[in-house]
């Protein structure tokens, strides 16, 4: 734990390392208590440095000895302290020999190497494994690894580390060896081992160029029924890949390992992937939809960082989305493509607006507001964020949308073919896009350097008698800690025209007809586009496919959105229009909840919402993401000061006005989308299951004896995670009085099923009944371990994040309840608390009262004189004024 004041890193202070690595032999004598590591590496100075100073990170590690070109060095020839290890006046070539030891089951904070349930994992990024041995812990060094692991037999039978196994055998005395090489340079942070009691699925995979690679799913046994869809996921990431963008897997063996202690869903080592066991373990007895989905999602990911992250690394942690977002965007494109169908591809594409909207543009609005690319960070695992990942992926999407399909893959093979084996920047990216493609892209530079999200607003004029329709579009960016001005960014804007029948409008600009939908490109303040031949006046559908991460202003009239709602041919823009109409209500009702007990929704609404549900034309799975309401943050963030009790009671009214009106519809809806048969995690089948899912939860916002049976019948009768926990949370949600005994036959049934427990105290947590009372019963629960960072999320999280209106209670309660967890955590492991802090980033939005409660728990939180760097950084930045 640090209590020294924090230091800000900033990246214009980047400077080249000093001395470089070309290859390192690790020894590993394991032992919970004593693990005891061997480090030899060879260095040379850097051609552009003028100093002879080797300088190595170190942290909660002992060192034993220390050797520089088979010399002891004496205490006077180096020196060790603030957790750098200083070797000056070395020469140009060196072999440094380190002995280190370390305490691995004592390591809570899960960064470096630690044990979890008796066994050994790591997890080196970004500065982890300076916990496990002096290194120039930094990303822009890379080396080739040889690594000898060494642990008792009987406790340890399996060792792993990256790239190719080349050796094992005995070593007497009931312990044992294994030898593993890494053909390709890799920064440290790209480093890991597992030794363990584990058993695995394997398959042997034929790749494009004909070689066999065996691909292994290791887990605790036990788990090995859970492991197939985690498999097959990998096996088409692999052939996506390969077909997408000509990219193959480099190693003889690919490993994917499961464990139930880790900090993040993953973690794409060399060829030895570290899982936390929620993006691995499925089966339909207990995993959902969105389970299955998940662990697609993240099997993928961590396997194409093979060559965006792991072959092209970043030079330093300000580029992380250089590897990140560019990573994201392909998983997204890859699980699109898996759909295999437009509105799949378009629901996909609906998800990640609304992580956008529920959690990134929040961040850019709040204290923690920074660009893709920071400029500073105190520390670094505080900018593993949504705005460098997810609003990273909208920034590689642009590129995608502005250059074409064709074009986005020209720029990606020329980048591999700059830059394979090395670290570089986002500015390298930017130019293989722009010189692979013939453009200009400097301007583009401003989505990494600027943070905040970009306003668009638009203003229209059609001239009936010239047949023209001009489009002015208009953009801004609010300021954002540190950057109060704010130059025009490059904004790609798709638009297109419907007529009076929800027709697509041929659409013809400077004399180029541009078919039903085309991409403006938004580079100045101000610009004004006049589209030609427009025989009507049409209605504008603006910002299609969500070409780029901005917030659309324009008043739309309730007309206007109904014709998109129900006519748009982009998907999107559709959802979008249905989304509008319920925010002005929700917005409306709120203004009026704390005040009147006479609240009404419109007849208009429930129309278009009742034709929503019961087009059957339309896919299932789009039904249910056009008939969700925006959350209760989201309403939130339209609001100057929030009040999360008249939120609640806004949406909870509108969703049980939609109940009790659409009854006899969502009935329907429910019978007609059951999925008979065994269960199946496809898309169209996930779909049926969401509208069905949907319906019976508005049902059973305006509860009586029929619809909680319903909820009832198929809690008990379900065959699959999905239904089963749906309809759970629709009975605890209706404050069923049967939802007490389903909540404990389904612990009872799942007690030994550590994700579906995760589950049981998440769906409680996140539930308006549960009050702080009940979060602190269920902390006491046997079940409950603070040290476990999933369980931890599942409650403490869950309850101070995803329960607005418990959390943010009159008397502050939920506030003390958040500062007492913070500093527990904080002592065990920094990160989780960290992104537990993150909880009240936004405190002076909300009225008064609750400001003062909040202010009083962050000030009790950054009072502490024991905090980490993680923590301190967020607490400091939400008070500064």
Same mark, same amino acid.
């Given at each position: ?43 040379? %100075? ?16 002992? &060192? ?16 060790? %302290? ?132 065996? &691909? ?188 074409? %399909? ?66 002015? +579009? ?47 490109? +938004? ?314 802090? %993150? ?43």
């Amino acid at each position: 734990m640090r209590t020294d004041t924090p230091q800000t890193i900033y990246r214009s202070d980047y400077t080249p390392p000093t001395y470089l690595v070309d290859t390192v032999e690790l020894g590993f004598d394991l032992d919970p208590a004593r693990t005891v590591v061997a480090n030899r590496m060879t260095l040379r %100075r850097n051609g552009g440095s003028a100093r002879n100073e080797i300088t190595l990170h170190g942290e909660d590690i002992e &060192l034993v000895a220390l050797r520089l070109n088979g010399r002891v060095l004496g205490a006077g020839e180096y020196a060790l %302290r603030d957790n750098l290890l200083r070797i000056p006046d070395a020469p140009d070539e060196a072999t440094l020999e380190i002995e280190t030891v370390c305490v691995p089951e004592q390591n809570t904070t899960l960064s470096g190497l630690y044990t979890s349930n008796g066994n050994f994992f790591t997890q080196c990024e970004a500065e982890g494994f300076r916990r496990i041995t002096y290194f120039p812990d930094r990303p822009d060094v890379m080396a080739v690894y040889t690594v000898m692991l060494r642990a008792d037999k009987e406790r340890y039978p399996v060792l792993l580390s990256n790239g190719n196994l080349v050796e094992e055998g005995e070593l007497g005395d009931g312990r044992h060896y294994a030898k593993w090489e890494d053909p390709f340079r890799k920064p440290s942070y790209l480093f890991a081992l597992v030794a363990a009691r584990l058993v695995c699925q394997e398959e042997t995979f034929r790749l494009a160029d004909g070689r066999d690679a065996l &691909l292994q799913v290791w887990v605790e046994e036990g788990n090995l029924d859970k492991t197939d869809y985690a498999m097959q996921s990998l096996k088409h990431s692999i052939r996506w890949d390969e077909e997408r963008y000509g990219l193959e897997l480099d190693l003889d063996r690919f490993m994917i390992v499961a464990t139930g202690d880790f900090n993040m869903g993953a973690m794409e080592n060399k060829g030895l992937n570290i899982f936390n066991t929620k993006y691995v373990l499925a089966n339909p007895r207990v995993a959902t939809d969105i389970d299955f989905q998940g662990i697609e999602a993240v099997v993928a990911h961590e396997y194409f960082h093979n060559w965006t992250g792991n072959r092209v690394t970043c030079r330093d942690w300000f580029q992380l989305s250089l590897k990140e977002g560019l990573t994201v965007f392909r998983d997204q494109e890859f699980t699109a493509d898996m759909i295999g169908t437009a509105t799949g591809r378009a629901v996909t594409r609906i998800d990640q607006v609304r992580t956008l909207r529920q959690a990134q543009f929040p961040e850019d609005a709040g204290p923690m507001a920074h660009p893709v690319r920071p400029d500073s960070f105190v520390e670094i695992n505080n900018f593993y964020t949504v705005t460098v990942y997810e609003k990273g992926a909208e920034v590689v999407r642009m590129y995608q949308t502005l250059l074409g %399909r064709e074009g986005f893959r020209k720029g990606m093979d020329l980048y591999f073919e700059r830059h394979d084996g090395q670290a570089v920047t986002c500015d390298d990216f930017r130019r293989a896009m722009a010189d692979a493609n013939g453009r200009d892209l400097a301007q583009f530079e401003r989505w990494y350097d600027q943070a905040g999200t970009p306003v668009l607003r638009f203003e229209t004029r059609y001239d009936e008698g010239a047949q023209t329709y001009g489009i002015t +579009l208009y953009q801004s960016c609010p300021p954002t800690p540190g950057q109060p001005d704010k130059r025009p960014f490059h904004i790609p804007v798709a638009i297109g025209l419907l007529d009076r029948e929800g027709n697509d409008m041929p659409l013809v600009l400077d004399g180029k007809e541009l078919g039903s939908t085309t991409v403006l490109e +938004l580079t100045q303040a101000e610009q004004t586009f006049v589209f030609s031949n427009v025989k009507e006046q049409p209605v504008p559908s603006v910002l299609r496919d969500f070409s780029a991460p901005v917030i659309l202003q324009h008043g739309y009239g309730d007309s206007e959105l109904l014709h998109l709602f129900r006519f748009d041919t982009d998907p999107v823009n559709r959802w979008e229009a249905g989304q509008r109409l319920a925010m002005g209500r929700l917005l409306k009702l709120t203004g009026e909840a704390p005040v009147s007990s006479r609240l009404s929704l419109d007849d208009t609404f429930i129309e278009a919402m009742r034709k929503m549900l019961t087009d059957e034309a339309l896919d299932p799975a789009f039904r249910e993401q056009a008939l969700l309401l925006p959350t209760e943050t989201m309403v939130a963030e339209q609001l100057e000061v929030v009040d999360p009790l008249a939120v609640h009671m806004a949406r909870q009214f509108m969703r049980a006005n939609i109940g009790a009106r659409l009854r006899a519809e969502l009935l329907a809806q429910y019978d007609a989308n059951q999925t008979p048969g065994p269960y199946s995690p496809d898309a169209a089948s996930a779909g049926r299951r969401a509208l069905k899912n949907l319906a019976l939860s508005y049902l059973n916002a305006a509860p009586d004896e029929e619809t909680v049976a319903l909820a009832l019948r198929q809690c008990q009768d379900a065959d699959n995670m999905t239904d089963r926990a749906a309809a759970l949370n629709a009975l605890i949600h209706a404050r069923a009085p049967q939802a007490e005994a389903e909540l404990a036959r389904f612990y009872e049934e799942f007690q030994h099923e550590a994700l579906v427990v995760d589950k049981w105290f998440a769906m409680q947590a996140s539930a308006p009944t549960t009050d702080i009372a009940r979060v602190r019963e269920l902390m006491r629960h046997p079940a409950f371990n603070l040290r476990n960072p999933n369980r931890a999320r599942s409650l403490v999280a869950t309850y101070c994040m995803n329960n607005p209106v418990e959390f943010h209670a009159p008397n502050g309660s939920g506030y003390l309840f958040w500062a007492e967890h913070v500093v527990l955590l904080d002592a065990l492991n920094p990160q989780v608390a960290a992104r537990l802090a %993150r909880a009240m980033d936004r405190w002076r939005r909300y009225t008064p009262a609750l400001q003062q409660h909040m202010k009083t728990a962050l000030q009790q939180v950054a009072g502490q004189q024991r905090l980490s760097n993680d923590v301190r950084e967020i607490v400091t930045k939400a008070l500064a004024n």
